[in-house]
């Protein structure tokens, strides 16, 4: 799993954790302080390591974690859901997570190029 790596907060990023007994409890800004107010992801997976199974045996249905996914800017909110009560509900999740990778790194692929494009006509613009 140490390709999952790749995705820990940079060191510079402000990172909030906010609960003990959870696998995942954070909250993180998304913009350099000055930028832009609050905007943040808020994710969150509960650990249920410790229910007894004498409960859930009970009832026949294993425990199932809170799970949040919640991204911000200063004025839109987006919560995506997750779920693990079947075994197609579970790949479905795994398989939303990875999209949203995949597409968070493409996009961010083709924002560095246009980053530089802007910068190079800046200065083009600037020797002029």
């Known amino acids: ?3 999952l790596t790749q995705y820990l907060p940079r060191a510079s990023t402000p990172v ?23 905007a ?3 994710v969150f997976v509960e650990d249920t390591s410790r229910r007894h199974a ?13 799970l949040v996914l919640q991204i911000t800017d200063c004025f839109n ?7 693990l009560t079947s075994a197609g509900l579970r790949e479905n999740s795994l398989y939303k997570v990875d999209t ?15 980053a530089e494009l802007y910068e190079q006509r800046e200065l083009e613009l600037r020797g002029r």
């Open 54 to 66: 004498k409960r859930w045996l009970r009832r026949a249905v294993p425990p199932s974690p809170r």
């Open 16 to 38: 909030v954790a906010l609960r003990p007994g959870a696998r995942v409890d954070e909250q993180t800004l998304l913009n350099l302080p000055g930028y832009y107010g609050e």
């Open 100 to 114: 949203l990778l995949g597409a968070l790194h493409r996009f961010r692929g083709g924002l560095a190029v246009e």
């Open 77 to 83: 909110e987006i919560n995506l859901e997750f779920d």
């Open 1 to 3: 799993m140490s390709y």
């Open 40 to 42: 943040h992801v808020r």
